[in-house]
């Protein structure tokens, strides 16, 4: 038998410390403890990777905020629009940890809860409904410790939560094993397609390589004081970003500028055939601006490139991605934290292969034939790795339903 009770009657949930930016200090020295935050969590919000994004406080510790290996905690807020972790638990790793106000700590009131138990709960999508079902905000949720009390748990004798945890463990061992497998699979036909890739370059003969700046126009995108939110309009000519380089994609846009200010910008105006290319933190993704884009200026945070008629768009596209190029790229970037392109000058030093434009066609048709099985072959491992988040799904559904035998 199993009663369906408030969270806040057998654990309670507190919040972190809102820590100042000041306290932290700016080199990854182990001694100090690592404030956790949603940043820290892995992508699948399921472990706590506390030296991703790591800031560590340099001022006294708060005991009251300092974590024990293996206490659970909770997420309260989205780490952004686009990564919608509010609500996720996970394990402590390991020690010297505190935790800010956007994590939630869950402390048992008593031995009628297993922690194991709770953290499952709270991974199914029925706790998630009832979490977002709660939360505030529009494109951000957020929580809080009083909404989390009051979500419902199913909770049977300790004994039976200790049969559900015992089963739940060893069928999510074999999940994880299956998972892993399939994930090395789908990196091992990444790195299989980029080797491909970069060997059609390599094969190039060295005296078919000139500067890139030969064959090439560059623009850089305006400084970032040309593009404050004040002059943006709700439509109008787009601003391109560098979520459209990264994602290769040309139809959300989020900032709009009017006549006055395109006509002012002329120099940064994209154009059909172009390619776009990240400067900033994710470096060097290419994508070619399609017939259909709309009209519209780089932002700061972009290099355009305007192929001469000694290369086909989508030759320098696909060379751009290969090692060759990347490698050459990585060797001229400046920054720590945040990793930034080097200058117009010396980006059209960079040495460019330029065959002939008959090898160049040959080259991108053979790309393209392997690309197609490259995603043939992701596509097949990307089912396969939702079907095991469904069957981890209906395994939690069954077990909090009473259903699990």
């Not at 970032?224 to 290769?248: C, M, N, T, W």
């Not at 395109?262 to 017939?291: H, N, Q, W, Y």
């Not at 330029?354 to 490259?374: D, G, K, W």
Request: proline fraction near 4%.
């Amino acid at each position: 038998m199993q009663w369906i009770v408030k969270i806040g009657e057998v654990v309670d949930v507190t919040h972190g410390f809102a820590f100042k930016s000041a306290d932290f200090s700016t080199t990854n020295d182990a001694k100090l403890p690592i404030v956790l935050t949603p940043g820290n969590f892995s992508e699948d919000a399921r472990h706590i990777f506390s030296d991703k994004n790591t800031k560590r406080f340099t001022g006294e510790i708060p005991q009251k905020f300092l974590f024990s290996k293996g206490e659970l905690t909770i997420v309260m807020t989205d780490l952004s629009s686009k990564m919608k972790i509010l609500g996720k638990p996970a394990f402590v790793e390991r020690e010297n940890i505190l935790h800010n106000q956007r994590i939630g700590r869950v402390i048992p009131k008593s031995d009628q809860i297993d922690q194991r138990y709770l953290y499952y709960f709270l991974q199914s999508d029925e706790a998630g409904a009832q979490i977002k079902g709660s939360a505030t905000g529009t494109m951000v949720r957020h929580t809080a410790p009083k909404r989390i009390l009051s979500l419902e748990i199913p909770l049977p004798q300790i004994k039976e939560q200790h049969r559900i945890v015992a089963i739940l463990d060893d069928a999510f061992e074999g999940l994880a094993r299956a998972r892993g497998h399939a994930e090395a699979n789908l990196q091992n036909a990444r790195e299989l397609f980029d080797a491909q890739l970069s060997a059609m370059f390599r094969k190039i003969d060295a005296g078919q390589k000139k500067p890139l700046g030969d064959v090439c126009d560059f623009v850089r995108g305006p400084f970032g004081g040309s593009l404050k939110k004040a002059i943006f309009k709700p439509s109008g000519y787009a601003v391109y970003e560098q979520q459209h380089a990264i994602r290769d994609q040309f139809e959300d846009f989020r900032y709009f500028i009017d006549d006055a200010k395109f006509a002012e910008m002329a120099r940064f105006r994209v154009e059909a055939g172009d390619l776009i290319m990240s400067c900033s933190g994710t470096m060097g993704k290419v994508a070619i601006v399609p017939e259909d884009a709309p009209d519209g200026i780089i932002n700061q945070a972009l290099l355009k490139l305007r192929p001469s008629e000694e290369l086909r768009a989508e030759f320098l596209k696909r060379w751009m991605q290969s090692d060759d190029f990347q490698d050459q790229l990585s060797a001229n970037t400046m920054g720590v934290a945040i990793k930034n392109v080097a200058s117009v000058k010396t980006l059209k030093t960079l040495l460019a292969v330029v065959p002939s434009l008959e090898e160049q066609a040959n080259i991108v048709s053979r790309s393209e034939e392997a690309e197609e099985q490259f995603v043939a072959i992701t596509q097949s491992y990307e089912a396969k790795l939702g079907d095991l988040d469904d069957l981890r799904q209906s395994l939690l559904q069954k077990a909090f339903a009473g259903e699990l035998t």
